[in-house]
Structures are given as structure tokens and as C-alpha cells.
């Protein structure tokens, strides 16, 4: 399955269309993460007798789909850190939502509180303890035949649920997101949030390398997408 995902790969990094429900990395749940997947597919590929190497980057909630950025080096993974965290990494979302944003474009500027317990984060208008600065800019790209409408997201940081409660916060819960205000769930338990296109420049190359993954649900829900 893991062959059938990879979007890109050299000798320094792998890109994986991760599916809903998978989990980047372990957690308490114990099921098998992407990087756990992705070593065992590189190990019998490639018949290798050692350990393989495989750093996360990057990660998506568990119901999000989408590209997913992983370093089959400790430098490739050090570099590419550094550029998520200095903003040298592009990262576009689409998102359906059910209600039309207010305005066609925009940008959103939110200080986000994440609770713990709750594993939700909270939208304040003013910086206050424990609060991040969270930004993105949206656009509608387009509208489906049921009334549900596309947005692409350009995310400038990288906050707990960012996009999901930010979204919410305007009346536009994405489809499927219980969490943050959806009436239903989606069939498959995901919600409808992809994680488009990622851009940087290649930690040892240097060449500017663009990734996109696809969706056939939410190209489905489009035809018209162009």
C-alpha cells in the first residue's frame, strides 16, 4: 500500500499521500505510524540488512489526507526542520466547508489555546497566557452542485488544529469535523481537510521541489476543478 502512496523520493527525502486515519507518527494508540510503514516498505524494497532511517518532518491530524514530507537522512531532516520551522515551507490546504466564508479571499489572524484534555484549540481575537499567533490565507476555488464550497488554504503557521478551528471561528466548519462544528461526520470517519501542495528548496540540492498530492473524494465532489 505504502508503493502506491509515495508521490516522491530520492535519496534524501520521501513524500507519502498519507490516507485518513493514519497516523504520522506513534502515539498512545499504538497503532502503526507512516514513518514505521514507510522503513518496513524501504527495508525488503531495497533488501537493506540494517536499520532504516526515517525522520517526520511534518505531521496532519489523523482524519486529515494528504502530502506528508518524511527524511531518509538525520541531515536532510535537521535542514528541513529548520525550514518549517524559519517558514521556507509552502503548504497549501483545500477544504470543503458547507457555508461560504464571508468573503471570496481573505487571511485570518487568530492567537489559538490549545486544552489539553479537550485536544482542541480555542480562538481569541487578543493575545493572552499561553496563546499562539496563528495566520493563513483562504480562497474560493470552488462551489459543488450539492452547495458545498472549496477553499484553498495557504498556511503561514503551523498551530494545533490551526486551520480546523480557524475556519470554524468565520461559520465554516469542514465537512465531517465533529470536533469543530460539522452537523454530521463523514462516512469513513476523515474529515475534509487535504493537505494540497507543499514547496521548498531541497536541503541538499537546492533546487525548488513542488509536491501535490490528490484527492479523487474531493475531486469527485469538483468536477469542474481545474
Known sequence: MIEDQILYEDNHLIAINKLPGQ??????????????????????????????YCGVI??????????????????????MVEKVRTREFEKHYWAVVK??????????????????????SYVFGTARPNAKLARL???????????????????????????????????????GDLKYGA???????????HARRISFEHPVTHL???????CPSIEKMFPNLQ
Open 99 to 120: 457555508n461560504a466564508p464571508p468573503q471570496p479571499a481573505g487571511a485570518l489572524e487568530n492567537w489559538l489555546v490549545k486544552n489539553e484534555e479537550r485536544n482542541k
Open 208 to 214: 525548488q521541489i513542488t509536491i501535490e498530492a490528490p
Open 23 to 52: 497516523i504520522t507518527q506513534g502515539d498512545k494508540t499504538g497503532d502503526p505510524c507512516l514513518a514505521d510503514l514507510v522503513k518496513a516498505f524501504i527495508k525488503e524494497r531495497d533488501n537493506k540488512p540494517g536499520q532504516v
Open 58 to 79: 511534518h505531521r496532519l491530524d489523523r482524519p486529515v489526507s494528504g502530502v506528508v514530507l518524511l527524511a531518509k537522512t538525520s541531515k536532510a531532516l535537521s535542514r
Open 183 to 193: 452537523p454530521r461526520s463523514n462516512d469513513d470517519g476523515s474529515i475534509s481537510l
Open 137 to 175: 490565507e483562504y480562497r474560493e476555488i470552488a462551489v459543488s452542485d450539492g452547495g458545498y464550497h472549496l477553499l484553498d488554504i495557504n498556511l503561514h503557521t503551523g498551530r494545533h488544529h490551526q486551520i480546523r478551528c480557524q475556519l470554524a471561528n468565520i461559520g465554516c466548519p469542514i465537512k
